[in-house]
């Protein structure tokens, strides 16, 4: 298994340019998160997702969408891409049922916008 | 809703020696308390996990303690190794989310030296 895979790695964008991060699990899990990963303020929920078909806005999801195009994928769109989004972006995954889910994290898309 | 504080920022030790990270939480309902390692360019891991009906638990050389009265808790690291250096987080889910989210602390930066 490979857990969860992001692309891409790394990314520069110029101010105002749109992009899509791409998030994939194959551990037939339900629920999915993004988070951004900024220096001295640990990780912060973005956007989560329950279940297929269903998202809900986390700590910080402005200039953010997401889709869950289905079980396995959970896509994060910059629509026009601000320096204040410079971040490591992480996404992750858990369980299906149950409060004591532990959260398996990709390896993170680095993200510069300049 | 949550607000999980945790210190120190950074913490430096030499090998063999112990380490405390400490956290604090304000939703009383949380019932569920993991600490995550992060290492240089990779996706945090979930290392020890705590529910909120035990007081301890350990696994080798990591134990985490759990004072729900005074609403913190601690990771415990003993006889340190290099390969301990890295970032740790502490987390808990608020009752808001349905205990489905996690709020994260800011993160401790270990450095253990040989």
């Known amino acids: 298994n490979a857990g969860v895979t992001q692309t891409p790695k790394f990314q520069v964008l110029k101010t105002g340019q749109s992009m899509t991060l791409q998030c994939a699990q194959d551990m037939n899990h339900n629920s999915m998160y993004w988070y951004r990963q900024d220096p001295g303020m640990g990780l912060r929920l973005i956007y989560y997702s329950a279940s297929e078909g269903t998202t809900d806005k986390g700590e910080v999801p402005n200039g953010y969408n997401v889709s869950r195009l289905n079980k396995r994928e959970f896509s994060l769109r910059l629509e026009s891409a601000a320096p204040s989004q410079t971040s490591v972006y992480f996404c992750a995954s858990s369980g299906s049922s149950g409060v004591y889910n532990e959260q398996f994290f990709g390896p993170g898309t680095r993200l510069t916008v300049l | 809703g949550e607000n999980v504080e945790q210190h120190p920022s950074t913490l430096s030790v030499q090998e063999g020696d112990s380490a405390v990270i400490k956290c604090t939480y304000s939703d009383s309902a949380s019932n569920y308390f993991p600490w995550y390692k992060q290492e240089l360019g990779k996706g945090p891991q979930l290392i020890i996990d705590?529910?909120?009906?035990?007081g301890e638990k350990k696994d080798q050389r990591i134990a985490v303690t759990l004072n729900k009265t005074a609403k913190h808790f601690s990771l415990h690291i003993t006889e340190t190794q290099p390969e301990d250096s890295a970032v740790y987080f502490c987390?808990?889910?608020?009752?808001?989310?349905?205990?489905?989210?996690?709020?994260f602390g800011t993160g401790t930066r270990l450095l253990v030296s040989p």
């Open positions: 987390a808990a889910p608020p009752e808001s989310t349905g205990f489905q989210k996690l709020v």
């Open positions: 705590i529910r909120s009906n035990v």
